[in-house]
C-alpha cells in the first residue's frame, strides 16, 4: 500500500508505519510526502519493507526498492519513484527506472511499480516505458481512482492511479471548506482530514509465478 498521507493527510510516522505492517501490508510505499513527520528518516534507514520514491535524492534516508515473498513463497519486489511533471522532484525518474527495473527482477519474478506522479500523461508512458518488463504499473498521488486498469500490449498491468482509501466527502481528503478556502483566498490555511464518505480504494493485479499479469480490476468499497 502507498501510505504516504496516513499520518492526518501528510506523511507517516515510524507508529503509524508499523500499524500498516502489523494490519497486513506487505510493503508500504511512499511519496512527495515521505519526510513531512520528524523520526521517520531514522526509520526508513533501517526499514526493507517501508520505501521511499528512489529518486528522493542521494541525500535523503531511505530505500526505493523492497523485495518481499508472497504467501506462495514467490518473491515480490516492489519499486517505488516519484515524477517529475508539476512536482518538485529531486532527479527524474527516467533516469533511474530502467537501473531500478533490473534490480528488482534480478531480485524477483513479481515487479510491482508504484508511480507516485501527478500527471496522467507522466504515467501513462512510464506504464507504457515499462510495459513487458514488470508486472505491473500502479499510479498513486491524485487521490482519484482512474478508470482505465487494463492489461497493455506487453503484458503488463497498469492504472493510473489507484485512488484513495479515505474520507471521499472532502477535496482530496481535506475538509473541503478549508480546501476552497485556501484556493479562493490564497491565505495559508490550515489543512484538516475530512471525515464523511470513508471508502477503500485500489487495484487487484492477477498475475502468475513468473511475475506475468493475467488480469487487473478497480478495487471500491464503501465504508
Ligand atoms: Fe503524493
Not at 528488482?104 to 516505458?129: C, G, N, Q, Y
Amino acid at each position: 500500500m502507498n501510505g504516504e498521507n496516513v499520518a492526518d493527510g501528510a506523511g507517516i510516522t515510524p507508529k503509524l508505519a508499523d500499524k500498516l505492517l502489523a494490519s497486513g501490508a506487505d510493503v508500504v510505499t511512499l511519496g512527495n510526502h515521505t519526510y513531512r513527520r520528524t523520526g521517520i528518516g531514522e526509520y526508513l534507514a533501517s526499514s526493507e519493507r517501508v520505501i521511499r520514491p528512489a529518486n528522493a535524492g542521494a541525500e535523503t534516508k531511505g530505500r526505493g526498492l523492497a523485495v518481499v515473498e508472497a504467501r506462495n513463497g514467490v518473491a515480490v519486489a516492489v519499486v517505488n519513484l516519484l515524477g517529475s511533471l508539476f512536482l518538485d522532484t529531486p532527479v527524474a525518474p527516467w533516469e533511474m527506472v530502467d537501473g531500478l527495473v533490473e534490480e528488482a527482477s534480478a531480485a524477483a519474478p513479481v515487479v510491482l511499480v508504484d508511480f507516485h506522479a501527478e500527471a496522467t500523461s507522466e504515467k501513462i508512458a512510464m506504464a507504457r516505458w515499462l510495459d513487458g518488463r514488470v508486472t505491473a504499473v500502479v499510479g498513486t498521488h491524485t487521490h482519484v481512482q482512474t478508470n482505465d486498469a487494463r492489461i497493455m500490449p506487453g503484458g503488463t498491468a497498469a492504472v493510473t492511479d489507484a485512488g484513495m482509501t479515505g474520507p471521499h466527502d472532502s477535496v482530496i481528503g481535506v475538509k473541503a471548506e478549508l480546501a476552497i478556502g485556501r484556493m479562493r483566498t490564497r491565505l495559508p490555511i490550515r489543512f484538516e482530514p475530512a471525515e464523511g464518505g470513508v471508502r477503500l480504494e485500489g487495484v487487484v493485479v492477477d498475475c502468475s509465478d513468473d511475475g506475468r499479469a493475467h488480469g487487473i480490476e478497480l478495487l471500491r468499497l464503501d465504508g
